[in-house]
């Protein structure tokens, strides 16, 4: 079914506004990473914050130690059998500093741990495909 669904998204590309709305939405991600030199991806919870996308990553943890300064990707996509759409950003994430986590913290509900360390990824480079 994928395999149909990518053929005919010759064309389809989205608009670069219509791109960062989808993303900017989106309650599940995957981030794209390198780690040690390969690559590697983890799925997120992404939460808006102004023209960026926040998210938290166990203390710790291969993206905690991985992503910030790097440059990674965010995907996210909405995918069924007549079409859908699929957008990626690809940028430098940064650490968020500890006077910005309480706000986004609240707003991220319990999508996130306490002990999570939360990265933020500027939505600069946004590509999208409407597929079907």
Same mark, same amino acid.
């Given at each position: 079914?994928?395999r149909?669904?990518?053929?005919?998204?010759?064309g389809?590309?989205?608009?670069?506004e219509?791109?960062?709305?989808?993303?900017? *939405?989106?309650?599940?991600?995957?981030?794209?990473?390198?780690? +040690?030199?390969l690559?590697?991806?983890?799925?997120?919870?992404?939460?808006?914050?102004?023209?960026? /996308?926040?998210?938290?990553?166990? *203390?710790?943890?291969?993206? *905690?130690?991985?992503?910030?300064?790097?440059?990674?990707? /965010?995907?996210?996509?909405?995918?069924?059998?007549?079409?859908?759409?699929?957008?990626?950003?690809?940028?430098?994430?940064?650490?968020?500093?500890p006077?910005e986590?309480?706000?986004?913290?609240? +707003?991220?509900?319990?999508?996130?741990?306490?002990?999570?360390?939360?990265?933020?990824?500027?939505?600069?480079?946004? +590509?999208?495909?409407?597929?079907?």
């Amino acid at each position: 079914m994928l395999r149909g669904m990518v053929g005919r998204a010759a064309g389809g590309e989205l608009g670069s506004e219509e791109s960062r709305a989808l993303l900017l *939405a989106a309650a599940l991600a995957r981030l794209v990473y390198v780690h +040690r030199a390969l690559p590697a991806v983890a799925p997120v919870v992404p939460v808006a914050d102004g023209g960026c /996308l926040v998210f938290a990553a166990p *203390a710790g943890s291969e993206v *905690a130690t991985a992503a910030p300064g790097s440059v990674v990707a /965010l995907h996210a996509d909405d995918l069924h059998g007549d079409g859908g759409w699929a957008v990626t950003a690809t940028g430098l994430a940064e650490l968020v500093a500890p006077e910005e986590e309480p706000e986004l913290r609240r +707003r991220a509900g319990e999508a996130w741990g306490p002990y999570d360390v939360l990265l933020r990824l500027p939505l600069e480079v946004v +590509r999208g495909q409407r597929l079907g």
